[in-house]
């Protein structure tokens, strides 16, 4: 097993609603613009190469939303999405 931070990786966890880590309960969250947000920030303050999404269940709708504002400007290159057990592609818009 793998370490993702000790390989110099930085890692941080949204639920679908854009609440982080235990707070999915809540009805209204910040929605994928704060994770967005919250990515830029971080990969501008890190230095970081590589960005990659991993989007579970509901939070495949979730991470293309993600990626959609991430090409806007200035955009942030994804190297790698994956969605799995992605349930939501074939709903909603």
Request: charge should be negative.
């Amino acid at each position: 097993m793998v370490d993702l931070e000790q390989c110099g990786c930085k890692t941080e966890f949204f639920n679908w609603n854009g609440t982080s880590a235990g707070q999915f309960t809540k009805q209204q969250g910040p929605g994928s613009k704060a994770i967005a947000d919250s990515i830029r920030l971080a990969y501008a303050q890190s230095g970081f190469d590589h960005l990659i999404l991993v989007g579970h269940s509901w939070c495949g709708h979730t991470m293309l939303e993600v990626a959609q504002l991430l090409s806007r400007e200035p955009a942030i290159s994804i190297d790698l999405a994956v969605g799995l057990d992605a349930s939501s592609f074939s709903r909603g818009e």
